[in-house]
């Protein structure tokens, strides 16, 4: 009796390690090759944004604007952009980027950056897996269609395409998804939210899964959430960004038609018209894209695939070029509706099915199908090593990256400069820096991003250094002429065979 008694209340290692042995023993070979798949994604793409980083692949737009957005907000200083002439949450409402800040005390670099990209977009598997191993009740099947989802060609490049907020909504989206699925609503409310925080439009995925929960799961649940991201949309452009560049947003261009208005107008009078914009420019063949890779399997069931729908449209509905594009980011927050509606469609199939005289395996089937198709479609127009794309992997030991870092090492820190938008992204941490020719000439500045503008005096008085490249050197050009309006204010400090760079001279003042 002494002996169980001291058994029952020995607090040592005897109690905890049967625990964690009983959970280590849980640990299957599937969930290994899954969190295998997960960290060689992230290591791998992680890798390729740090060295084309680093070799000056990365640009004002938009890794150094974010760099010193950050870097200022861990500063506890008003995160007002001056690369791009205004405040980090006046061009969206990204309040997501808050919780980079902890990091940036301990590493301020932009490599906090792009390996938070290239974590959280691995991690958008995660949701994946997890659903697809309790919907098809096999782990290696979840494991096909997690790897899936890691080789869309959407996922690979808006991994590559410098840094974006946007990246972090795969993982946030995919988990509220599996969260409803799943009926895990402390999870879900937890996902919806920081899925808000990402953008002011990510209630362009959110309202439609809203209705979703609410046809499917949940009507209470399901109004909260389509009535809070739409608050959540309207005081983020209403108030926020509104009070911050006067405007609620700055993409107002993008609809075509003059705007909703217009576009409800052409659809209900002209409706050709619309059908035209719509066919055009090799939209349909976006939509294609975006699909083709999960083999089309969410037909079967598609109602989680339709929680895409909105976004889908919006893209091709866009004026803009890049948002009907694979390559770009505005695709990554339809993929999770995409892949687990495909989970749940092919869970809706019978397991097996008899052709003729053979009995088939239906769900593994079609769990095949997807694999083959997700490797095809890499292979097309995925920025994946075994693809056909041409792959940028950035060197940043080339000569022409040298010489910048060569000439950066003498540009003090706390000096006031106008660069060239190759090397912003590598001095972004300073209260004032611009992208030449800004502040001499603005371009791509102010609160309404104004293509061209005039010089804005007060702050072209205060740079103290410009860093440009030796034209005809190296693989870029900047605007000349503004240079030689305002050189002979400026006196060369140092140069190499790439890069120079040049201090304010005081006495002379800078041309008009």
């Known amino acids: ?4 008694v001291e058994e029952a209340t020995d607090p040592g290692p005897s109690d905890d390690g049967p625990r964690w042995r009983d959970r280590w023993s849980r640990i299957t070979p599937a969930q290994i090759v899954m969190a295998a798949v ?3 994604y992230v290591a791998y793409f992680t890798r390729r944004t740090l060295d084309i980083h680093h070799a000056l692949g990365t640009a004002t737009y938009d890794s150094a604007l974010y760099d010193q957005g950050v870097w200022l907000l861990s500063r506890f200083d008003t995160p007002f952009v001056t690369l791009m002439g205004r405040n980090l949450f006046g061009d969206h409402a990204s309040f997501i980027l808050v919780l980079l800040v902890p990091f940036y ?3 301020p670099s932009a490599g906090v950056l792009f390996f938070s990209q290239s974590a959280a977009i691995g991690a958008g598997a995660i949701p994946i897996f997890l659903y697809a191993r309790k919907r098809l009740a096999s782990e290696w099947m979840a494991v096909v269609l ?6 869309h060609p959407a996922v690979g490049w808006t991994n590559l395409e410098n840094f974006h907020p946007d990246s972090y909504l795969g993982v946030f989206v995919g988990f509220a998804i599996w969260a409803a699925l799943d009926r895990r609503w402390k999870t879900y409310a937890v996902f919806v939210v920081l899925a808000l925080s990402v953008k002011e439009d990510a209630s362009l995925v959110l309202v439609p899964l809203g209705i979703w929960v609410g046809l499917k799961r949940s009507w209470r649940i399901g109004l909260a959430t389509v009535i809070g991201s739409l608050a959540f949309m309207a005081v983020a452009m209403l108030v926020v960004m509104r009070s911050l560049i006067g405007v609620p947003t700055r993409n107002g261009w993008r609809i075509p038609f003059g705007g909703p208005r217009g576009v409800i107008d052409t659809a209900l009078t002209n409706p050709t018209d619309l059908v035209r914009h719509l066919r055009s420019d090799d939209r349909p063949w976006y939509l294609v894209q975006m699909t083709a890779p999960f083999a089309w399997m969410f037909a079967r069931l598609p109602s989680v695939a339709l929680i895409s729908a909105l976004v889908l449209f919006t893209n091709v509905l866009s004026t803009f070029w890049y948002q009907y594009q694979i390559a770009y980011h505005y695709s990554l927050i339809a993929v999770p509706a995409l892949a687990l509606g495909t989970v749940y469609g092919i869970g809706a199939m019978r397991e097996t099915g008899r052709v003729g005289g053979w009995t088939i395996e239906v769900r593994s089937l079609a769990v095949g199908i997807v694999a083959i198709t997700a490797v095809v479609t890499s292979y097309l127009w995925a920025p994946v090593p075994w693809g056909r794309t041409e792959l940028f992997h950035g060197n940043p030991s080339n000569d022409w990256a040298v010489a910048a870092r060569e000439i950066i090492d003498e540009v003090p820190e706390d000096a006031i400069v ?3 938008y190759r ?7 300073r209260s004032e820096i611009y992208q030449f020719p800004v502040p001499f000439r603005s371009v791509l500045y102010g609160p ?3 293509v061209e503008g005039p010089r804005i005096e007060d ?4 740079v103290e250094y410009i860093v440009l490249p030796i034209p005809g050197t190296g693989p870029t050009t900047f605007p000349a002429e503004d240079w030689i309006t305002v050189e002979p204010a400026f006196d060369l400090v140092d140069s190499n065979e790439y890069w120079a760079l040049y201090r304010r001279d005081p006495d002379v003042p800078i041309p008009s």
């Open 38 to 40: 997960v960290i060689g």
């Open 459 to 462: 702050r072209a008085e205060r």
């Open 418 to 420: 106008s660069a060239h």
């Open 105 to 107: 005390w301990i590493w």
């Open 146 to 151: 997690g790897t899936a989802y890691l080789i």
């Open 448 to 450: 309404n991003g104004n």
């Open 423 to 429: 090397i912003t992204p590598h001095i972004a941490h």
């Open 1 to 4: 009796m002494t002996e169980l």
